[in-house]
């Protein structure tokens, strides 16, 4: 059945594909992001739901990219937990959140710029349409039989049945130009945007065979290349590791990740707690003003995890609204999963963690003001004002 588009998301469209050309690379960021989101939902699903336990039993979570350099595809799959017909038209077809608003009054002209606030303003799914001019998205929720296939030349829609073997959400771009689905370009692309996410990417990647000068065959005496089935990312919980295995690189790998900013944050504040009370948490400073930092409605930068196991990125009980800029990740041990928003607002644990947050990114303002003068300066004309709150 074919839709029509809103006027907005038409709008925006638009843009995406005549205005903001100039950072295109991030598109395959915002979609292993999502693909990462979806896998988060069934992951927390499958331990604290018991219809989704008996699905998941042997379930692997894994990001898969394929590219096809003749046909001119790529494809983002991930096994997830997958959409079915009115979840395809909710999430895709029209945007029922501020998002879209928000990003077009947000719009400066800089294409550069404005090519960052992409993931800001979660319309991050629409930027493939900077390098390709059909989408199709083949989905399937976990626990139905059904799956539906969604497509798209960014005038219009089709949604109709169709055939996917297993859950989880196939993203196939039909690419303007050949340069996406070269996976050396893809495997650079992952490595710079995404080598952090929590879960294993995975890609075919051309790797040299070194000659064997007594083989009979010519092709292996000479040596060739051989497409392998390879993990890309590092697929590490960053908050879990030692300051000491880190890299400053790495911190700004995650924030980017995380935040969808492409500047350095100003601090990064990285702790953990092992003893009576065990979590850990990565906190950042941007170095930018967030888009909704004087918005009644503004988006929690913290993401919560119990275990390793995401939980939400929109509860605003984690940190207090004075600290509304601090982007971040909680990963707290001794929490049920099934966190509601009455334990967030009233569990002991989470109290004392959040104290104890609160204390250490005062330290780092303090120590900052103390011994980077111009950067304290800078933190306080962009979140002077939030603060004195």
Aim: some cysteine.
């Amino acid at each position: 059945m074919k839709h029509e588009f809103s006027a907005q998301v038409g709008e925006l469209l638009n843009l995406m594909i005549h205005s903001l050309y100039s950072n295109k690379e991030i598109f395959l960021r915002e979609l292993i992001s999502n693909a990462s989101d979806a896998i988060d939902k069934l992951n927390y699903l499958s331990l604290s739901d018991e219809k989704y336990k008996n699905i998941c039993e042997n379930w692997r979570p894994r990001i898969d990219i394929k590219c096809d350099k003749e046909a001119k595809t790529l494809t983002i799959s991930d096994n997830g937990i997958g959409m079915d017909e009115a979840e395809l038209i909710a999430n895709l077809g029209t945007i029922a959140n501020s998002g879209t608003k928000g990003f077009l009054a947000k719009l400066s002209g800089d294409a550069k710029k404005d090519s960052a606030l992409i993931g800001q303003f979660g319309v991050g799914f629409y930027s493939a349409f900077m390098v390709a001019s059909k989408i199709e998205v083949k989905s399937r929720k976990a626990g139905q039989d059904k799956a539906f296939l969604w497509s798209s030349d960014a005038k219009s829609y089709d949604i109709s049945e169709c055939e996917k073997d297993g859950f989880g959400t196939d993203v196939i771009l039909h690419l303007n130009e050949g340069e996406f689905a070269e996976s050396f370009r893809i495997q650079n692309i992952i490595k710079k945007y995404s080598n952090h996410i929590a879960y294993p990417i995975f890609a075919d990647i051309d790797e040299w065979v070194a000659g064997d000068p007594n083989a009979s065959d010519e092709k292996l005496k000479d040596g060739h290349y051989e497409s392998k089935n390879t993990q890309i990312n590092k697929a590490s919980a960053i908050w879990q590791m030692n300051r000491s295995q880190l890299k400053e690189s790495d911190y700004n790998e995650f924030y980017a990740g995380l935040s969808h900013d492409s500047s350095a944050p100003l601090a990064t504040i990285h702790t953990k707690a092992e003893g009576t009370l065990e979590f850990a948490t990565l906190f950042f400073i941007p170095s930018t003003e967030p888009f909704d930092l004087f918005r009644a409605d503004y988006q929690s930068g913290v993401k919560l995890y119990v275990k390793r196991v995401f939980i939400t990125d929109d509860a605003k009980e984690l940190l207090p609204s004075y600290l509304r800029f601090v982007k971040g990740v909680m990963d707290v041990e001794d929490l049920p999963l099934n966190v509601s928003r009455e334990i967030l607002q009233e569990n002991r644990i989470l109290a004392n963690v959040k104290e104890q947050s609160i204390k250490k990114i005062f330290a780092e303002l303090e120590k900052m003001m103390k011994n980077d003068r111009a950067k304290y300066e800078k933190f306080w004309q962009l979140f002077g004002k939030v603060l004195k709150e």
